[in-house]
């Protein structure tokens, strides 16, 4: 059974900085992609961040130069640090990996962190 499990989130004002952190746990044979998707309420999921295994960072618009996506591939964790936040940035922040097994690549979520951006 394979797991993402998210850490970080919370509330913050305006202008602030928030780190979200990922590991995957369980049985696999490797990790593909691994980032970060958000959801605010009435909109659909989007892509925030997402870094291959071999490191090629992949960011939305909205956060270019404010967000930073990194990845420790030997620990399976993947880390998103949120600078200069804005309320439009408000959203639950779900963690997403590619996960390789039986010669298949199988999609897996993270149970979601709500991140608040307001004064």
């Known amino acids: 059974q394979v797991q993402l499990v998210e850490s970080g989130g919370g509330s913050v004002q305006p202008g602030g900085s928030l780190r979200l952190s990922c590991a995957a746990s369980?049985?696999?044979?490797?990790?593909?992609?691994m980032g970060w998707y958000r959801q605010a309420p009435g909109k659909e999921r989007e892509l925030v961040a997402d870094?291959?295994?071999?490191?090629?960072?992949n960011y939305a618009d909205s956060v270019k130069g404010r967000f930073t996506i990194s990845r420790d591939n030997a620990k399976n964790t993947v880390d998103l640090q949120m600078n200069s936040l804005k309320p439009e940035d408000a959203a639950v922040y779900y963690c997403?990996?590619?996960?390789?097994?039986?010669?298949?690549?199988?999609?897996?979520w993270g149970q979601g962190t709500q991140v608040t951006v307001s004064s």
């Open positions: 870094m291959s295994s071999g490191g090629y960072a």
């Open positions: 369980g049985r696999f044979v490797s990790i593909n992609a």
């Open positions: 997403h990996a590619g996960i390789e097994n039986a010669g298949l690549e199988f999609s897996y």
